[in-house]
């Protein structure tokens, strides 16, 4: 991996993790196009910007992460239980399910999804609730429960727990606030493991490579949150699921047999 590698790999995780999108899918499809094999040094990579990507959510939320925001945290943490129990039960059912077609026809799925609830849910006479701070533990347990989902590779963690937030009640706004927050937990875990499953192979890895990976990925996680929140301040999730579907539609294609 090159350091032009690093960069464009950095932007694509940066960019695309904390939208509804499916950062897996995209870094798929682009180590293929710059012909990178899926080893454990580039595991190992994937392990690093990450990694940058949680804490582009803590230098966001600063406030957020303090012990007067107990509650807050148990909620997410209750949120972030089913997919744990179920990723661990079920890791290796979970691993025999990926597989290029799975991802597209899931981003297709997702896209789809998008538009239905913003057609028929968000348009109701239903209040939705705009302070994330104010979720109660059944919406949090419902919204844990729609993030299981994600275990089906190119469905979108983000896209998931989105989706479960708008159903229970919150506003576009909080429902991608609640879901970067569940995303510390979730990704922490998963990079965690991976970082001990994988420690060994960072000596052999480029450290300048890995540097500019994080430092790349990090930069463009904390301006993508940023700018996601400014978005759904005059826009709806439409495009995104347009964008899944055509996504989608393409890798059916691309990757045609």
Do not use: C
Request: proline share 2%; charged share 15%.
């Amino acid at each position: 991996m090159t350091i032009v590698d690093s960069i464009i790999l950095g932007v694509i995780e940066g960019f695309t993790e904390f939208l509804p999108i499916s950062s897996t899918g995209h870094l798929i499809v682009a180590s293929e196009f710059l012909g990178l094999e899926q080893n454990a040094v580039n595991k190992a990579y994937e392990v690093i910007i990450q990694f940058s990507a949680i804490l582009a959510v803590i230098f966001n939320y600063k406030e957020k992460f303090t012990l007067k925001k107990i509650d807050l945290w148990i909620k997410v943490f209750l949120a972030f239980l089913p997919l744990a129990i179920v990723g661990f039960l079920f890791s290796k059912e979970i691993k025999a399910l990926f597989s290029l077609e799975i991802v597209a026809i899931m981003f297709i799925v997702g896209g789809i999804i998008f538009l239905v609830v913003e057609k028929f849910f968000i348009h109701t006479e239903i209040q939705t609730l705009n302070d994330v701070e104010k979720i109660n533990f059944k919406q949090s347990l419902f919204i844990g429960l729609a993030q299981v989902f994600a275990l089906i590779p190119g469905t979108s963690r983000a896209g998931a727990t989105i989706i479960g937030a708008l159903l229970v009640g919150l506003d576009r706004k909080a429902s991608a606030e609640f879901s970067f927050l569940l995303a510390f937990p979730v990704m922490g875990a998963v990079a965690s493991y991976d970082l001990l499953k994988h420690y060994q192979d960072f000596s052999e890895a480029n450290l300048m490579v890995l540097g500019v990976g994080f430092v790349t990925s990090f930069i463009v996680a904390y301006l993508t949150i940023k700018l996601f929140l400014k978005f759904l301040e005059r826009f709806t999730f439409v495009s995104f699921g347009v964008y899944r579907i055509i996504f989608g539609i393409a890798l059916l294609l691309f990757f045609k047999p």
